[in-house]
C-alpha cells in the first residue's frame, strides 16, 4: 500500500507565534486514520520550534527549500544539513514559484534533490505545466522533461525516499483546479515515467501528490483517483480545520 500523504505549504506566511498557534490547532487532530501521514512546511525561522512542539505526534516537518551548496559562504541560503539539524525530514523543492522568482532550473533541483538526500531528508519534488503549455498540449513533454532532468543521477536506491507532487501551475493560488480527471492522466503518466526509469516496484510505491488549489470541497474527488496519493496544499493549508479536512479526504 502506498502512502497517503497531505503536506501544508505554508509558504512565507505567518509570524512566529501565529505559525506555533496554527501548528498547535493542527496537532489538536486526533481522529485522523493512522495511515495517513500530515506534513507541515513552515518557513525556516518556524522550523526549530515547531520541530519541539509536533515532537513525538503524527504530523512531520518539512522545509520549503534547501540551498543548492553544502555548506560556506553562501549569504542568506539555509544548507540540507543545517534543515536536518532542527528536526526537518522533508524538503519541498522545484515549487513552481522557486523556479518563476528565484529562476530554478531542472540541474539546480537535481543538486538540490542529491543534497537532501545526502542528508537523510526526503524530498518532495514538484513539477507541472503552466497554462500556455497546457493550451498547446505539450504538457506531457514538459512534466517528463522536468523528471528527467530532476532525476538525472538519481540511483534506484535513493528513489525510495522521493515523493513527487504534481502541480499545474495554472492551478496554483489561482482557485482553478485540476479536474479530477486531469490529475488522474497526468499522475499516471508520471507513474509510467518513473516505471520506465526505475521499474515497476518503485514506480508502484512511490507517492504522487496532487497540488493547485486542493481544498476541503474538492480534496475527495482528487484523492479517489488510483495514482492520486495525496496533496501538496498552499492557501488551505494556512486554516488548521480546512487542513485537516482535507486530510480526513481519503
Ligand atoms: C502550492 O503552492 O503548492 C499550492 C498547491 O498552492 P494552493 O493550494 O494555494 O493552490
Not at 486514520?33 to 512531520?60: C, E, R, W, Y
Not at 482553478?176 to 507513474?191: L, V
Not at 476541503?216 to 479536512?245: C, H
Request: aromatic share 8%.
Amino acid at each position: 500500500m502506498r502512502k497517503k500523504i497531505v503536506a501544508g505549504n505554508w509558504k512565507m506566511n505567518t509570524t512566529l507565534p501565529n505559525g506555533l498557534s496554527l501548528a498547535s490547532e493542527i496537532l489538536k487532530n486526533t481522529d485522523l486514520p493512522k495511515d495517513v501521514v500530515l506534513i507541515i512546511a513552515p518557513p525556516f525561522t518556524h522550523l526549530s520550534d515547531v520541530s519541539k512542539l509536533i515532537k513525538g505526534s503524527n504530523i512531520k516537518l518539512a522545509a520549503q527549500n534547501c540551498a543548492q551548496f553544502d555548506q560556506g559562504a553562501y549569504t542568506g541560503e539555509i544548507a540540507a544539513s543545517i534543515l536536518k539539524s532542527v528536526g526537518t525530514e522533508y524538503v519541498i523543492l522545484g515549487h513552481s514559484e522557486r523556479r518563476a522568482y528565484f529562476a530554478e532550473t531542472d540541474a539546480v533541483i537535481n543538486t538540490k534533490i542529491k543534497l537532501t538526500l545526502a542528508n537523510q531528508l526526503k524530498p518532495i519534488v514538484c513539477c507541472g505545466e503552466v497554462l500556455e503549455e497546457r493550451e498547446k498540449n505539450i504538457h506531457f513533454d514538459i512534466v517528463a522533461k522536468q523528471l528527467k532532468g530532476m532525476f538525472d543521477g538519481i540511483t534506484p536506491n535513493q528513489f525510495s525516499d522521493i515523493i513527487i507532487a504534481y502541480e499545474p501551475v495554472w492551478a496554483i493560488g489561482t482557485g482553478k483546479t485540476a479536474s479530477p480527471a486531469q490529475a488522474q492522466e497526468m499522475h499516471a503518466f508520471i507513474r509510467i515515467n518513473i516505471e520506465k526509469a526505475y521499474g515497476t516496484e518503485l514506480a508502484h510505491n512511490i507517492p504522487i501528490l496532487y497540488g493547485g488549489s486542493c481544498k476541503p470541497s474538492n480534496a475527495k474527488e482528487l484523492f479517489v483517483n488510483a495514482d492520486v496519493d495525496g496533496g501538496l496544499i498552499g492557501g488551505a493549508s494556512l486554516v488548521a480545520k480546512d487542513f485537516i479536512d482535507i486530510a480526513k479526504s481519503f
